[in-house]
């Protein structure tokens, strides 16, 4: 795991990448119970009979499903060391790219874009791309802006 120390690691790290988290498993379970937080229970999430017949051959995880693992993984992957509040400030852009089948293996990339200095902080805009193991195509790139405010402001 990459540990940004203080504010000039965190401006030199902009355009580079942070690193690549762990494999995690998309189950039905944790699918099931994203539909049970959320109330989304479509179909093609949590009905394994009817979704062979469907698009996708078997259940498929929500789009914000995958979105949502973004704290877990990147929690493996670097963290923001030192006296700081992280904010979410927005996300930019988001695009489910291809659709993560049930048992799935994801893990997510993630790259420093953007670094700019504010009178309380920092404030980073990331790219994560969430990948499928044995898929040539990501199946999620997100741009997440996340403000950094000391705490001793």
Same mark, same amino acid.
């Given at each position: 795991?990459?540990?940004?120390?203080?504010?000039?690691?965190?401006?030199?790290?902009?355009?580079?990448?942070?690193?690549?988290?762990?494999?995690?498993?998309?189950?039905?379970?944790?699918?099931?119970?994203?539909?049970?937080?959320?109330?989304?229970?479509?179909?093609?999430?949590?009905?394994?009979?009817?979704?062979?017949?469907?698009? /996708?051959?078997?259940? *498929? $995880?929500?789009?914000?499903?995958?979105?949502?693992?973004?704290? +877990?993984?990147? &929690?493996? !992957?670097?963290? /923001?060391?030192?006296? *700081? $509040?992280?904010?979410?400030?927005?996300?930019?852009?988001?695009? +489910?790219?291809? &659709?993560? !089948?049930?048992?799935?293996?994801?893990?997510?990339?993630?790259?420093?874009?953007?670094?700019?200095?504010?009178?309380?902080?920092?404030?980073?805009?990331?790219?994560?791309?969430?990948?499928?193991?044995?898929?040539?195509?990501?199946?999620?790139?997100?741009?997440?802006?996340?403000?950094?405010?000391?705490?001793?402001?």
């Amino acid at each position: 795991m990459r540990v940004l120390n203080d504010r000039r690691e965190i401006a030199a790290a902009e355009g580079t990448e942070l690193g690549v988290s762990e494999w995690v498993q998309v189950t039905q379970e944790r699918i099931n119970f994203f539909a049970d937080a959320t109330g989304d229970r479509q179909w093609i999430h949590i009905d394994s009979e009817r979704a062979t017949e469907g698009p /996708f051959g078997k259940t *498929v $995880a929500h789009g914000y499903l995958t979105l949502s693992l973004l704290p +877990f993984l990147s &929690a493996q !992957v670097f963290a /923001f060391a030192g006296d *700081v $509040a992280r904010v979410n400030y927005g996300i930019n852009r988001v695009r +489910f790219v291809t &659709a993560v !089948v049930v048992d799935s293996k994801v893990r997510k990339r993630v790259e420093v874009l953007k670094v700019r200095d504010m009178a309380k902080g920092q404030q980073v805009t990331l790219r994560h791309t969430i990948e499928i193991k044995g898929s040539d195509k990501p199946a999620c790139v997100a741009e997440t802006v996340t403000l950094l405010m000391d705490a001793d402001s």
